[in-house]
């Protein structure tokens, strides 16, 4: 089955920075808005970035100014350049399309902010 695949997380301290990839291998959402979602612990999943197909940007107001999202297009890699990273940023981080297909959750990748 296609899913998504994440890359990128990783260990690092407070104000540092990360990006993320997410590969679509097999698969081509060109028309298909895409987003970043993150869950940490104890936390239901959550939005906090997404991208149109013509590339017109959202974020949630916890990572505006920090996060930016990007992709290539015709769509095969979406990113998340993370900068000024903060404790309570640390979550398992995936990609989907917005609003989210439940068949299509890949594993994430663990991102841990030290402060």
């Known amino acids: 089955q296609v899913r998504p695949v994440e890359s990128g997380g990783g260990l690092v301290q407070a104000g540092e920075s990360l990006r993320l990839s997410c590969a679509h291998s097999?698969?081509?959402?060109?028309?298909?808005?895409m987003g970043w979602y993150r869950q940490a612990p104890g936390k239901q999943r959550e939005l906090v970035a997404s991208i149109s197909s013509d590339g017109g940007t959202t974020y949630a107001d916890s990572v505006k100014g920090r996060f930016t999202i990007s992709r290539d297009n015709p769509i095969t890699t979406v990113y998340l350049q993370m900068d000024n990273l903060k404790p309570e940023d640390t979550a398992i981080y995936y990609c989907?399309?917005?609003?989210?297909?439940?068949?299509?959750w890949g594993q994430g990748t663990q991102v841990t902010v030290s402060p």
């Open positions: 989907n399309i917005v609003p989210s297909l439940h068949t299509y």
């Open positions: 097999g698969a081509t959402f060109s028309f298909y808005d």
